[in-house]
């Protein structure tokens, strides 16, 4: 049976694509060392649309609209401009609402792109190009720790990694919090009140790694501008021991935060990036994997969510659960020397 994968890999070779979401202008060369903060990609585009319904306006057949129109496909046309005018003794005009580029022009209506801003995509982690992707964007690829979380709120950053959680079911609080955390990524732990992300916003930290999120928090936590990533889940969680175990353990090092939505289609996650040096490239990780015996799993649903165990066995066919069901399952023995039955359903796999 196919396994869900989360990766927290001590050493491993990353590559990861960055893409504009519309086209544009790709900066960066192929084989380029990049830092994160450099602009590999950037593009202009509209924030609005405006439909002008010439015929409406008129009150004439599209046909008669249509050649009344005083503009066409790629003009700029400033604020009251003239788009068509009607007939008669006392002819009606109709205008731009604001500044606009025209994009279509046809059918008795015009259509506005208005309000173009710039757009500037930034590598987002160190590391080197190996594919540039025609007007959208880059391939990276860099080596280093590598720890994927479960929600980000879709921001990124890179910064100073300063770890606060003495332990993994550490509670971050605003107290804890100064200005000598300014630009640095913060290892927090769990996070119970809005007077904490507040707190990190006034002090200028660049990013939060935290265990569990309330979810009471999850709007005010997605209007942050720095990056916030939960590795476990939402309510009162510790950090799972790999996770906490490996970025525990390379505090003080430079890490890139990219907190990106997870997004069960594409595999995307949010995640941690540590660079580090190597003399020879490690293997990548693995994106798909069939549960086996001996591979490191970590429960996905309560009552032992977040918990990190070694798969012992899978049970043939069908066991019956203590809820009365019947499922796929396997024999887990956790950290604490327990070993337990596990639906498959409720199982990833760490690697």
């Not at 401009?81 to 609402?97: D, H, M, Q, S």
């Not at 022009?105 to 540039?132: D, F, K, M």
């Not at 910064?159 to 300014?182: W, Y």
């Amino acid at each position: 049976m196919q396994a869900p994968l989360i990766h927290i890999l001590p050493l491993t070779t990353i590559t990861r694509e960055r893409l504009l979401p519309v086209a544009g202008r790709v900066t960066a060369r192929l084989n380029q060392k990049v830092g994160p903060t450099d602009v590999v990609a950037e593009a202009a585009w509209a924030r609005e649309h405006v439909l002008i319904d010439v015929a409406g306006a008129l009150r004439l057949s599209i046909p008669a609209a249509d050649r009344l129109l005083r503009c066409k496909v790629g003009d700029t046309l400033p604020a009251s401009a003239e788009v068509a005018v009607g007939t008669g003794l006392f002819p009606k005009t109709v205008r731009t609402p604001k500044e606009g580029k025209v994009i279509a022009a046809g059918g008795g209506q015009v259509l506005l792109e208005t309000g173009e801003t710039s757009l500037q995509l930034r590598a987002g982690l160190p590391g080197n190009v190996i594919e540039v992707v025609s007007e959208r964007g880059v391939v990276i690829k860099t080596v280093g720790a590598l720890i994927q979380g479960v929600w980000g709120n879709g921001r990124i950053e890179t910064g100073v990694m300063v770890n606060l959680a003495e332990k993994p079911d550490g509670v971050l609080t605003s107290a804890r919090l100064d200005v000598s955390m300014r630009g640095s990524i913060i290892l927090g732990g769990m996070c119970k009140d809005a007077e904490t992300l507040q707190t990190a916003a006034e002090v200028s930290v660049r990013g939060l790694i935290l265990s569990s999120l309330f979810p009471s928090l999850l709007p005010l936590a997605s209007k942050m501008r720095f990056p916030i990533m939960v590795t476990d889940g939402f309510g009162s969680l510790p950090m799972n021991s790999a996770a906490y175990r490996l970025l525990s353990t390379n505090a003080k090092r430079e890490v890139t935060l990219n907190a990106e939505p997870y997004d069960r289609y594409t595999g995307a996650r949010p995640e941690v990036i540590i660079p580090l040096p190597v003399t020879t490239e490690p293997t990548p990780p693995m994106d798909v994997e069939d549960f086996a015996a001996g591979q490191t799993v970590r429960m996905r649903r309560p009552p032992s969510v977040g918990a990190i165990g070694t798969l012992v066995t899978l049970r043939p066919g069908l066991t019956l659960l203590p809820s009365g069901l019947r499922a796929p399952a396997a024999d887990v023995k956790m950290e604490t020397g327990e070993t337990v039955i596990v639906p498959l359903v409720n199982l990833e796999v760490v690697g």
